[in-house]
């Protein structure tokens, strides 16, 4: 397991997503997982579509703040775009969005499920784990 970070100070979000983009490759080329925490000031979807284009098999969760970010090199309390990855060649990492028009338990089964579905991996016995619990949630 190899873990890399990467930041942009840049203040036009896509040069900034290019930067920390190339900082990343640099020492880490396809990572298995990858968080992005951005500015409020950032477009999330330019965002969305450049890492996207990137790292086309990689899942990506990411954050907004309104507060900033701690890097290894400090605070940066306004326009910084982070990302954190992960290369774990035995790991299966899994991501997804659901509706949020639906109950809470719907919506923790359905996004489990397609989490699962996304790690490549949805015939392990991590299937029943998760939906075990989210059954076990339900009945309570």
């Known amino acids: 397991m190899e873990i890399v ?15 920390a983009v190339s900082q990343l490759k640099a020492r880490l080329v396809r990572p298995s997982l990858l968080l992005v925490y951005f500015s409020g000031h950032d477009n999330a979807q330019v965002i969305r579509e450049q890492l996207v284009a990137e790292f086309p098999d990689t899942q990506i969760l990411g954050c907004s703040s309104c ?18 990855a992960v290369f774990d060649f035995n790991g299966a990492y899994g991501s997804a969005l659901v509706s949020t028009h639906q109950l809470p338990q719907q919506m923790a089964k359905q996004a489990l499920l397609k989490a699962i579905q996304n790690t490549g991996r949805s015939g392990n ?16």
């Open 67 to 84: 507060q900033g970010i701690l890097t290894e090199d400090g605070y940066f309390p306004d326009r910084v775009i982070g990302l954190w």
């Open 125 to 140: 016995c991590l299937h029943s784990f998760c939906c075990t619990l989210v059954l076990a949630q339900k009945k309570r």
């Open 5 to 19: 970070t990467s930041y942009s100070t840049i203040e036009t979000t896509a040069a900034a997503i290019d930067e």
